[in-house]
Every structure is written in structure tokens, then in C-alpha cells.
């Protein structure tokens, strides 16, 4: 096996067992890839768990920009020819293959970066930005992999992201607010009389669950307009992305049957559950291929 090969399969390794060893929403969602676009996106989730593990485990807010900043250079040698990393240098095989925008990446980074420097935000137009960063731009690079006809799954994409972002806000709003971050903005925390301190206390109130469902509203918006733009015709090449949505949108409905009391348990979609979901959207892609 020549040096390049040996170098390209070990890469590859790397990126799989990155991301195997997660066992996220988005493992379970491209377990059913063909294997060059399944590696693809290991390669793809490895780059954000990197992006997110340099923010999350760095001493310092100024360490860890500095390490951003090393790894934007990373990124722009991915794609310039000369990566030293091996989730870098599996990313150049990548963006090369299937042409992903460099811009979608760096989104992305500052996306992460908003977590250094942003605990609150006042309007819900601040807190779109930050959700289109840190998802909505890792769904427009995985739609390049899966593959699309219709343009409309790029608006797809980004409203998913917004979605599943603003699923996650609900479910970790109590462990975020432990980390000193408020992710909901200002505005609508004033909307319903409930404060800051509420929230750092978990205080599960009538307030609270006003506020929440408020924001349950907000979110399904999203959900609908992504169930919108979705084009059914191209179900054989997208299921992956509708694996993930179906898999949050469980979890989604799971926190308002619980009534929004995300202060108590860590609500959850058991992994059992999350392969049914993916096996049968996958044998469904199949099944919508062969129909006329």
C-alpha cells in the first residue's frame, strides 16, 4: 500500500471511531450510508466534536481562542493542500469530493467561538444567529453529501438546524444556565416575568412553563417550515437528515408531554428507540425509490 493510502485509511479509522465512540442522534442517523458518504460524514462530525471540544475543555477563553484560531488555519489548509491534522487532512478528501463551501466551516467555528464570548442573548434574532452558525451550517455541508435536486433543500437544511438547535436549548436549558449560559433570550424571559435567578434556581413555575411552551411554539415553526421545503422525491439521497429530524422531534415531543420540566431528569430518546427510527425511514427510502 502506497504512503497517500495508508495515510487516507488511517484518517479515515480516526474519524470512525471519533464518532462511533459518541453514540449522538448523529451516529444513528448515517449508520445506513453508502461507506464513502457514511466516512464522509464521520470525517464531517469529527471536525464540529473537535471545534466543540476546543471550547468546552480549554483553561482559558484566551486559550481557547488562540486554539481556534490554529484550527481556522487548519481548516483553510484542508483547503489548500496542506493539512497536518488527521480530521484535516480526512477533510480535504472530502470538501474535495464533494465540493462543500469553505465558508459553511467557518460559520461553523464561530459558531463555537459565540460560546466564548456570549452568555446571553437579548432578542431571538441574536439567538437565530447563533443557532443558523452551530447547525443550520452543518446541515448545508452534510446535504452536499447526501446529494439534492430540488435548490429548496438548502432553506430545508437551514430550518432543520434551527430546529434541532432550538430542541436542544429546551432540553439543556437547566445544565446551561449551570454553566453560566442562557441560551433564551432576554426578551422573552421579561415576556413571562421569569427571571435570570429563576432559571439558575430551576424554578419549575407557571411562568416557566409559559415560557417554554412559547418557545415550544417558536420551535415547531421551524419543524413545519422544514417539512415544507422538503422534497420527497429526493427521500433515497436525504433520509439521513429525516432520520435526525424524526429522532429530535421525539425528543421534542417527549418534553412538552412531560410539561417542560426539563430541571429534573435529562429527558432522552433511548437508543433502542433511535435505530427503529433509522432503520425504518432508511428501508422507507428504499421502498419510495422503486415507486413510481
Known amino acids: 500500500m502506497h504512503r497517500r493510502e495508508k495515510g487516507l485509511l488511517d484518517n479515515s479509522r480516526y474519524t470512525k471511531n471519533k464518532t462511533k465512540k459518541s453514540k449522538t442522534n448523529f451516529y444513528y442517523s448515517f449508520l445506513f450510508l453508502p461507506k464513502a458518504k457514511r466516512e464522509a460524514i464521520f470525517t464531517i462530525y469529527s471536525f464540529c466534536r473537535q471545534t466543540d471540544d476546543i471550547v468546552d475543555t480549554a483553561k482559558s477563553p484566551d486559550e481557547a481562542r488562540k486554539e481556534l484560531e490554529a484550527w481556522r488555519r487548519e481548516l483553510d489548509a484542508s483547503f489548500d493542500d496542506h493539512p497536518t491534522h488527521p480530521i484535516t487532512q480526512a477533510l480535504q478528501e472530502v470538501v474535495r469530493r464533494f465540493k ?86 432576554a426578551e422573552d424571559l421579561d415576556r413571562f ?22 418557545h415550544s411554539e417558536r420551535t415547531q415553526s421551524f419543524y413545519d417550515a422544514a417539512n415544507s421545503l422538503y422534497d420527497r422525491r429526493d427521500h433515497h439521497l436525504l433520509f439521513p437528515a429525516e432520520i435526525m429530524k424524526k429522532i429530535y422531534y421525539l425528543l421534542f415531543q417527549k418534553i412538552q408531554r412531560q410539561r417542560y420540566n426539563v430541571y429534573q431528569n435529562r429527558i432522552r430518546v433511548p437508543n433502542s428507540r433511535k435505530m427503529t427510527i433509522a432503520l425504518s425511514t432508511f428501508l422507507g427510502s428504499k421502498i419510495a425509490r422503486v415507486l413510481p
Open 193 to 214: 416575568h421569569y427571571s435570570e435567578a429563576d432559571l439558575m434556581n430551576a424554578d419549575y413555575s407557571p411562568q416557566f412553563i409559559d415560557l417554554m411552551r412559547f
Open 100 to 185: 462543500i463551501p469553505r465558508e459553511y466551516f467557518h460559520e461553523l467555528i464561530d459558531g463555537c467561538e459565540m460560546d466564548l464570548v456570549k452568555k446571553r442573548y437579548d432578542t431571538f434574532d441574536e439567538l437565530r444567529q447563533y443557532c443558523y452558525r452551530v447547525a443550520s451550517a452543518v446541515g448545508l455541508i452534510c446535504i452536499e453529501i447526501f446529494g439534492y435536486r430540488n435548490p429548496n433543500t438548502k432553506d430545508y437544511a437551514i430550518n432543520l438546524g434551527l430546529a434541532l438547535q432550538l430542541t436542544n436549548i429546551m432540553r439543556d436549558v437547566g445544565e446551561d444556565a449551570c454553566n453560566g449560559r442562557i441560551y433564551l433570550p
